[in-house]
């Protein structure tokens, strides 16, 4: 009887608890009528809820007690609507015209843009799909305010220098951290094979195609959540996932070709022989003679093909998402014999195995083949040698052969048998299990990997000058980094409170292996195996390591979607110091929403918010032995193999200190149609790690030490503009765009000793990262009269540079360019120098501007940089005049030859006596720039069309890259880097390859 009394019991009491609840059932859809597929339905206050069907239709048991639902989906505005006596409730969701309520990725976790307390800006991956070429490095040029990314040089696959908020160290590295799906990508340069100033791109390898969103962390109070890694901002790349519907099916296919952006016009065969007069009285002096007239660009560079396709399937139901993307890109560059190919593949899965439990796995492989040539800060590179070379020397030789002269290789022989070919296999990949240990509280484990696997082969054959009877080259690099964490996420609602915190710990290893080996005097160079060769020149290997220790913790409170609060912490625990391992991150940010408050009730302001934030991070990108004494072999004595010390340890070292302040507003006012957001940061960089000179009787020069300071100061401003907006298929029109100011500074150097870097670059307290130093020239000499009464110029004459007497030498203070230096001497020589130009940009920004009508979209971005400065070292080499190497027409044509002459360049002298091409203002332009970077026009065929064919959806476009260039710089390209990823030497170009103007059409197919 007992029993039978517990069992009615029990029964009753679940027949309650189903009476207690009541069915919802509705269709979710957007303003045309059509279904949502995948909006999110939840009961207010708790995570119970269901996701909309195929057709946006939905049911959910809602409990007795509620009395309101949540309607959320990515690209419309959140509702919550009170429930009624009925048990239907369509819901239309209006377009979120600003995306306040769109999910923004901030490091471990993910808030509503509404509510974000410091600096974050975002790009979709459909802002990224907009630019021709095969790699996602230049997604972020111009399109995030305070993000300076400007390329290198025109190799395909070259690296990019990325800033964010200026530049904040001398010797460590100035890249953002990057993050693909919570893994830290391998970055850094592996290469042990130099081709010249260029170096590889880690982002390269990566496939925009798969990006569904990008955010960067600016400020220290959103980026200290990554510790001693953060102090360079962080970018967050997350990739695409599926969601619950039918399967989709898209194609993409694109072609297009390139050609260089500008070249500059060298001197005719004919102008080359009456330099050789002019400057050796010898219309003969090249060995060969006039023996033709050869347009060396015209032989060198090319018209060069680009091609991207891309397949992607993405679907799934209640349980079980998943998306699935290949893709191949191949972009052959400008120059002959250098190329760019990607395979790649990737697969994302979610799993809710359970009503508590889900799995997830992003898993990414990339395969690339990188084929280069020597160039870029490279005498003997391709666009050097083509520049240098004059056209009085043919292609060939009579026997066929390739011609050559001065002892270097030709043109074309330097692209076409040189033989370099990079190799890269990498894949990044996370697994996560997340499990609800109560209602709000869930627990996850992660481990992610990122795997590069990357092989260097070079082959020089006996035809090359610079080829000893032949060389080949191997260089291996195996990289694995490893990364375990875990965290507790809690998430609550309470009254018109919301609480979110998370703590969390994680282990991150990185095994790095390298070898390389050369050999010389092969044979034949029908043999490319490093045993046929006789002579081993170079043979070496190394295994290193690393760890990092970590435990963080985020929490973030709202009281009445008003008051927000943002504090994190983080403590890193790092194996490459020694006596201070660890370090301590903290960060924390408040904002209000003041349009919120009654006041400015009425006011017409749609949103107003303003943000502080404050937060200190680190730098830890100093290699893994930096802080230890090293020994090295290859120190024979008495023909006995012996060791040495090679480097003098320092167990104090310690990783560089970023601490920021930031303030900013966000906005948004008339409907909405205007928004954007104000940002003034303060960033200051302490603990530099720099080379302090020490005694050479230590047996060492210099020991590393934390004693550098580095300040950047700057206003952002992001604005979205929608000055015409009609739903549907009327015309619409949307701007938007970003303009940064960043005033960098040294502030403290070892007893203030100035760094002379690069060409023409020092590094000294009270000026910018990159300043140039020179001499100042003052016009030129017209006869011997001004060069008499002028200060003593050893070797001046009528036709040369006069240059200012500025200084007799450095004051008190021993450093010269300083206020204290002594007054001028009467005598022209190194005192004489002085600041003279910078290679950082005071300005950078960019412009989207949208017009789209029915099907037809016409898009459009431009980008700029203005207050920076360029060295074109190049004027000192193709436009001396003074040595065997070509010129440029319009340096030979607008030399001084006479009194009178109102020229910009000297005269023609053999081995220049003046020393014209000495560093100086003469070599310093005007590198800011406006260039048109992408365009597209594009039509997608309307939906009574489509069902005719069976596609879901179809567009065709024709696009552009680097289209139109506003610019004074007078080379090829004012976007140049020639030291590559170099924090010290921006803006210096020498004979850099340029990149390109691309035109392509594709196609772009839904099903």
Known sequence: MKRLSLVLMLVFTGIGALLAQRTITGQVSDENGEGLIGATVLVKGTTVGTVTDIDGNYTVQVPADANTLVFSYTGFVSQEIELGAANTLDVTMTTDVIGLEDVVVVGYSTQRKKDITGSVSSVSGDDIGTEAGVGLQTALRGRAAGVQVFQASGTPGAAINVRVRGSTSINASNQPLFVIDGVPL??????????????????ADLNPNDIESIE???????????????????????????????????????????????????????????????????????????????????????????????????????????????????EQGI???????????RLNLDHVASDKLTLGVTMGYNYSKNRRVRNDNNIFGAVSVATLWPATVPVYNDNGSFASAFGWDNPLATVTLYDNLVTTNRLTSTFFARYELLEGLTFQAKVGVDALDMREDVHQ??????????????????????????????????????????????????????????????PTDDFR???????????????????????????????????ILTATFRADGSTRFINDKWGYFPGASVAWRLSSEPFLSGSGIDDLKLRVGWGITGNNSVGNFAARQLIGGGNNYADLPGIAPTQLGNPDLSWETTSQLNIGLDFAILKSRLSGSIDVYDKNTTDLLLNRPIPTTSGFTSVTENIGEVSNKGVELSLTILPVVNPGNGFNWELTGNVSFNKNEIVKLYQGTPIDVGFATRLAEGHPIGAFFGHVTDGIFQNQAEVEAHATQPGAAPGDFRYLDISGGPGPDGILGTADDLPPDGVINDNDRTFIGQGLPDW?????????????????????????????NNLEFSEGMHSVFNT????????????????????????????????????????????????????TFPKSFLDGVNMQSLRVYVSGTNLITVTDYSWFDPEVSTFGESNTAPGTDFLTMPQGRTISFGINVGF
Do not use: C, H
Request: charged fraction near 20%; aromatic fraction near 12%.
């Open 186 to 203: 391998i970055q850094g340069n592996f290469q042990q094979v130099g081709v010249g100033g260029q170096t590889l791109n880690a982002l």
């Open 216 to 330: 960067v962390l600016k400020d220290a109070s959103t980026a200290a959540i990554y510790g001693n890694r953060a102090a360079n901002g962080v970018v967050l790349i997350t990739t695409k996932k599926g969601s619950a519907g039918r399967t989709k099916l898209n194609f993409d296919a694109s072609y297009g070709t390139s050609e260089p952006i500008r070249l500059v016009e060298l001197m005719s065969a004919e102008q080359y022989m009456e330099q050789m007069n002019v400057l050796f009285g010898d219309p003969n002096a090249l060995a060969g003679g006039m023996g033709g007239n050869t347009d060396w660009y015209g032989e060198v560079f090319r018209n060069a093909p680009v091609q991207n396709y891309n397949l992607s399937a993405s679907g799934g139901d209640a349980k079980t998402r998943f998306y699935a993307g290949l893709t191949y890109g191949d």
């Open 335 to 345: 120059v002959k014999n250098t190329r760019f190919q990607r395979y790649s593949g």
């Open 461 to 522: 054959p006996s035809a090359l000058q610079s080829s000893n009877n032949g060389t080949v080259q191997l260089g291996q690099t195996r990289d694995n980094r490893w990364l375990t964490e875990f965290t507790l996420n809690f998430n609550k609602y309470f009254g018109k409170s919301s609480l979110t915190a998370l703590v969390g710990a994680g282990y991150q290893e990185d095994q790095v292996r390298q070898d390389f080996s050369q050999v010389d005097d092969f």
């Open 529 to 563: 195996g490093l045993t046929a060769g006789a002579t081993p020149t170079s043979i070496t290997g190394s295994f290193t390591g690393d760890r990092l220790d970590s435990y963080f913790a985020n929490v973030n409170y709202a009281f009445d979607d008003k008051y």
């Open 844 to 872: 950078v920004g960019g412009l989207t501007n949208i017009f789209s009508f029915k099907g037809l979209e016409l898009n459009t971005f431009f980008q700029f940089t203005l207050g920076n400065d360029i060295y074109n």
């Open 888 to 939: 440029t027409k319009r340096a030979w044509e607008g030399r001084w030859q006479q009194e009178g002459d109102d020229e910009d360049f000297p005269r023609a002298v053999a081995n220049d006596p003046n020393n014209n091409r000495r560093n100086s203002t003469r070599n310093v332009e005007n590198g800011s720039f406006l260039r048109l970077k992408t365009a597209s026009l594009s039509y």
